[in-house]
């Protein structure tokens, strides 16, 4: 079956980028139609497009893949995530003065996000401008449309990063693949979105994304963000130190997965079996000497996020805990480490109940929670528009009756020719016959 409306989002990961389409519902639940990964480990670092070329060649075949499985349908525009380790939130307001008979309206608000959007910080691109503050004659009013002031003031959280961010996912898929881009959204927020609660958001909560190029920290209070920072360490730094107990790299990565913690037990004299460089046989390490470099280079990625979370000010203030996700989150012990650090409640949360209605199983994977997120924020058919199938009737030529020969016609009767009066010649010898007659005759006409 060929889909005619559907949204499709890409989420551009530092070891994978992921490649999914949906539909929405009346309720706004999503349901997954499709989904693809392709590995981006070579051009993708800490995510921020590193080899453009290369990424949009990945980019094509992503799509490509996602197409093979829509039934005949093409997609034509993609919401895209937009990350890296220069991401982070700043403070902006945006002031204007109304006079004394000055009343807030819907229009003064859009002119105030239109002002904000179009702020240009040094060597900065403005991604995003979210959880506005509204103050009326320097009083908060959440709610200002309809309310007289003579001066209102509108203070916003700018997700800003590097103008290379921005360009180098424009050229690659943009102006390479020739794919057109719905809209760029910054995958931190998309992820929490679709994580959170709106009593998490409210009650104040710190969402902590563990990726493989680098750790998002999104920290929410009273429903609105208050930070949005990035850590650029992440579970692939952790695979590289495991390397140096004589491991590559593929088999550094299945030994941290399978048999990784956190926190490492010093009384534990286990020991496991890894594969040799040459591929051609086993050898054993220590538990305890693979778990003492993944809690070293986890304690100072931890370090990195508590210090950014005590520079808020809520670390007291947080009443629903830590929320930890992401690919890296399910390192054995890690909740307890954080746990025992923060002293408050930490807890593993993938998306949501009711934002997925069809592929569940796909949502509840850490690695695809990010492009759940992107759908959920597509408002766009991203469907290439197929125009519909004319069908041309033919009709059943008519019946005509046979038409009759015609029949042979008479030629027309031949009129026989007049007889002509006597020409000149004839004229002139009847006149001498005449006189003739008359000169012998015997008897004389006139007396």
């Known amino acids: ?200 958001k409210d009650l104040g909560c710190a969402l902590i994304g563990f990726g493989a190029g680098v750790t998002t920290l999104t920290v929410y209070k009273a429903g609105q963000l208050v930070n949005l920072s990035v850590i650029p360490f992440g579970g692939n730094l952790i695979t590289r130190d495991i390397t140096s107990l004589h491991l590559v790299e593929a088999e550094a990565e299945r030994v941290k997965l399978t048999y990784g913690s956190a926190l490492m037990e010093k009384d534990n004299d286990l020991s496991i079996q890894v594969s040799s460089a040459d591929g051609m046989g086993l050898r054993e390490i220590k538990l305890a000497d693979l778990n003492n470099v993944i809690e070293a280079r986890m304690k100072e990625i931890l370090e990195n996020v508590y210090a950014r979370l005590e520079a808020t000010g809520l670390i007291n203030s947080l009443g629903a805990g830590i929320i930890i996700t992401g690919g890296g989150a399910a390192l054995k012990n890690l909740a307890e480490v954080i746990r025992e650090r923060l002293k408050m409640d930490v807890r593993y949360s993938a998306v949501r109940k009711g934002i997925v209605e069809s592929g569940e199983m796909i949502a509840n994977n850490p690695e695809y929670a990010v492009a759940v997120g992107l759908l959920a924020r597509g408002t766009e058919n991203c469907a290439v528009y197929i125009p519909p199938k004319v069908e041309v009737k033919v009709e059943k030529p008519v019946e005509e009756e046979p038409v009759k020969a015609p029949e042979p016609q008479k030629p027309p009767k031949q009129e026989k020719p007049k007889k002509k009066g006597p020409g000149l010649f004839g004229r002139l010898t009847k006149g001498i016959d005449t006189f003739g007659k008359t000169l012998f005759d015997d008897e004389d006409e006139t007396k």
């Open 1 to 200: 079956m060929a889909y005619t409306d559907f949204i499709a989002a890409i989420d551009l990961g530092s070891s994978h980028m992921v490649g999914m389409v949906g539909t929405k519902g009346p309720t706004g639940a999503l349901s997954i139609i499709a989904y693809e990964v392709e590995n981006s480990a070579t051009c993708i670092r800490r995510g921020c497009v590193y080899n453009v070329e290369e990424t949009a060649n990945k980019i094509k075949r992503l799509i490509l893949k996602l197409e093979n499985k829509l039934g005949g349908s093409k997609i034509g525009k993609v919401y895209v995530g937009i990350g890296g380790q220069s991401l982070r939130s700043i403070d902006h307001t945006v002031p204007r003065i109304l006079g004394t008979d000055g009343v807030v309206t819907e229009e003064i608000i859009e002119g105030l996000y239109e002002e904000c959007c179009n702020y240009h910080p040094d060597m900065l691109d403005v991604l995003a401008a979210v959880s506005p503050t509204y103050f009326l004659d320097d009083k908060p009013e959440p709610n200002p449309v309809g309310i007289p002031c003579t001066r209102i003031e509108a203070r916003y959280k700018l997700i800003v990063g590097r103008p290379s961010l921005k360009r180098y996912v424009v050229n690659s898929i943009a102006d390479r693949a020739k794919i057109e881009i719905a809209d760029l959204v910054v995958s931190p927020l998309a992820l929490a979105d679709v994580v959170l609660t709106d009593n998490e």
